[in-house]
């Protein structure tokens, strides 16, 4: 014990300002730059225009599985700077990807607005405003973990079982704001448009081979496209309160940190190298700080079985309807992407052997 005691009092206290974490908006940029300086003026003009230009097949018609010298040479070199893969990624879609429409007015939906788009219209803009709003609820779970962690260290009790509670609610209020993707987010819009764009080319039986970056690479390289697996909230949850998944979903999210700015990699990292809460709060004997446990557990398996009846409205039941009514305007996608995740992951295995791995890692008092 002497030596684990030693370990606690010389560890440093965990901040987030040390990870590039904003303490009013957690993982999401504070404020994301809506324009570039003039050099960039060309790619603005491009981005500013994408939905029409892909629509009217003016941007490419066809990929054929090469991107263009003169985009794939400053995007690689762009992204190998910010230490993220050149694919669409969902800090690119979401985290910088957001502005309020009066700076002074509340963090609503009626009040964002994207910076930049593709197809899919209003669905489109649902889904990423929406995808903002769960990274903010997630603010002050992530604030609570840095609590809890520090508390752990110290140690401090009181401070840790108020941290659980805080983090059991920002759970739950991650899950209410994901609600709000039945509003407004079209699940034909989704399957049939926007998840195409999110499609990447690694595990994609559309695109086996992977793209070829010309002037970077001869052979195809493969990227994972843009996936709520790219996301650092709930790996950070997960390596705080010790949820171990299995290894093949453990292998893909583990693949998925590749995705996340640097300082949010290092952040999770942090918390895998923090004392264990789980071997602290069953060491302690302390009934309260356990039921606040089992409470953040049930909490966070909760979500993930919300987010994978949301993932079944969105990519089983909508293509299955579309195909009923034969009628639908929008373009039926590969048929090699049905059930798949954008990530390339087979989502509906993954999502429930995550929420069952979750369930798993409740704590069952001794004796």
Not at 153 to 166: E, F, G, T, V, Y
Not at 307 to 326: D, F, N
Request: hydrophobic share 40%.
């Amino acid at each position: 014990m002497e030596p684990q005691s030693q370990n606690l009092k010389t560890a440093p206290f965990l901040t987030l300002g040390r990870f590039h974490i904003s303490e009013d908006y957690g993982f999401l940029l504070p404020n994301p730059l809506r324009e570039l300086p003039g050099h960039y003026s060309p790619w603005m003009e491009i981005a500013n225009r994408l939905p029409q230009l892909i629509e009217s097949h003016q941007l490419r018609a066809q990929v054929n599985e090469i991107l263009p010298r003169n985009l794939a040479l400053p995007f690689v070199e762009v992204s190998k700077n910010l230490g993220l893969p050149p694919i669409l990624l969902h800090s690119d879609l979401v985290l910088a990807n957001w502005a309020t429409r009066n700076p002074g007015g509340p963090l609503e939906i009626r009040n964002l607005d994207t910076i930049f788009s593709f197809p899919g219209g209003e669905s489109l803009r649902g889904f990423i405003l929406v995808t903002v709003l769960v990274e903010k609820a997630a603010v002050p779970g992530i604030k609570a973990l840095v609590q809890a962690v520090n508390a752990i260290l110290q140690p401090s009790p009181d401070s840790l079982l108020q941290a659980l509670q805080r983090l059991r609610v920002s759970i739950q209020d991650i899950t209410g704001a994901l609600g709000q993707m039945h509003d407004y987010v079209n699940p034909d819009v989704f399957y049939s448009v926007i998840r195409i764009f999110l499609s990447g080319w690694k595990d994609n039986p559309a695109l086996p081979v992977g793209l070829v970056y010309e002037g970077v690479s001869k052979e195809p390289l493969s990227y994972s496209g843009g996936s709520a697996a790219q996301s650092t909230i709930l790996h950070a949850f997960d390596e705080f309160l010790g949820v171990r998944h299995s290894k093949e979903s453990a292998d893909f999210l583990h693949r998925m940190r590749d995705y996340m700015p640097p300082s949010h990699r290092a952040f999770i990292e942090e918390i895998c190298g923090a004392p264990s809460l789980r071997t602290h709060v069953l060491s302690s004997g302390n009934g309260q700080l356990l039921t606040a446990y089992n409470q953040c557990v049930e909490s966070l398996a909760a979500l993930r079985t919300y987010h994978l009846a949301l993932v079944t409205k969105y990519l089983i039941t909508a293509p299955s309807k579309a195909k009923a009514r034969r009628t639908s305007h929008l373009p039926r996608p590969p048929q090699a992407l049905e059930e798949r995740g954008t990530g390339g992951s087979a989502v509906m295995s993954f999502l429930k052997s995550v929420r069952d791995k979750t369930l798993e890692a409740l704590l069952h008092p001794s004796g």
